[in-house]
């Protein structure tokens, strides 16, 4: 079992930025990729950004050039830098993690992001 706590969303204006936080516990040795989703309301839940154990990244195009993931393997924690923050960024921040023998999905409670003047 892996858990994962999200934190660091909240209220910002548009152009600002917020980093959000993944804290993952349990048997960390199974997880290869975690990733960051979103769910806007009245949307499905989309992917944001990816990373592996090796550091391989991926990013949605509405994230790429403005949203920067990492992960500190040694305390198991994820992390999404987020700039230049608009209004359609908007979403409740999900952080994910993929058993790497099963591909089971391990998924945190979630985190509120909202970009508003």
């Known amino acids: 079992q892996v858990q994962l706590v999200e934190s660091g969303g909240g209220l910002v204006q548009p152009g600002g930025s917020l980093r959000l936080s993944c804290a993952a516990s349990?048997?960390?040795?199974?997880?290869?990729?975690m990733g960051w989703y979103r769910q806007a309301p009245g949307k499905h839940r989309e992917l944001v950004a990816t990373i592996t154990t090796s550091g391989i990244i991926d990013y949605a195009d509405s994230a790429r050039g403005r949203f920067t993931i990492s992960r500190d393997n040694a305390k198991n924690t994820l992390f999404l830098q987020m700039n230049s923050l608009r209004p359609e960024d908007t979403a409740v921040y999900y952080c994910?993690?993929?058993?790497?023998?099963?591909?089971?999905?391990?998924w945190g409670q979630g985190t509120q992001v909202t970009v508003s003047s």
């Open positions: 349990g048997f960390i040795s199974i997880i290869n990729v």
């Open positions: 994910n993690a993929v058993d790497r023998r099963t591909g089971y999905n391990y």
